[in-house]
Nanobody, 125 residues
């Protein structure tokens, strides 16, 4: 089993920044592709960003240029730096981990094996 715990959510004004952190524990961390997804009531869970073990980064078009995903494998941590936040990006943000993911599937939530509890991000107008 792999456990994921997010932190760093909160309330921010439009145009502001937040950094989410995800701490991983358990076995198989070294084999994991990591991703961030977000979900609001009435909407499907959507891909935000993903990163491979080797550090290759992938972004939703809405996030690219403003968000940065990174990881520190030595610390078993993954991060999502979010800049220039918009009110429509208010959501619960989830950290996810998947084993043996192809990069072409990094944006598919059902390809991931483990999920965190979610962190609320609220962006006010």
């Amino acid at each position: 089993q792999v456990q994921l715990v997010e932190s760093g959510g909160g309330l921010v004004q439009a145009g502001g920044s937040l950094r989410l952190s995800c701490t991983t524990s358990g076995r198989s961390e070294s084999a994991l592709t990591m991703g961030w997804f977000r979900q609001t009531p009435g909407k499907q869970r959507e891909f935000v960003a993903g990163i491979t073990w080797g550090g290759d980064q992938y972004y939703a078009s809405s996030a690219e240029g403003r968000f940065t995903i990174s990881r520190d494998n030595a610390k078993n941590m993954v991060y999502l730096q979010m800049n220039s936040l918009k009110p429509e990006e208010t959501a619960v943000y989830y950290c996810a981990a998947g084993q043996n993911l192809y990069s072409s599937k990094i944006d598919l939530d059902y390809e991931y094996d483990y999920w965190g509890q979610g962190a609320q991000v609220t962006v006010s107008s």
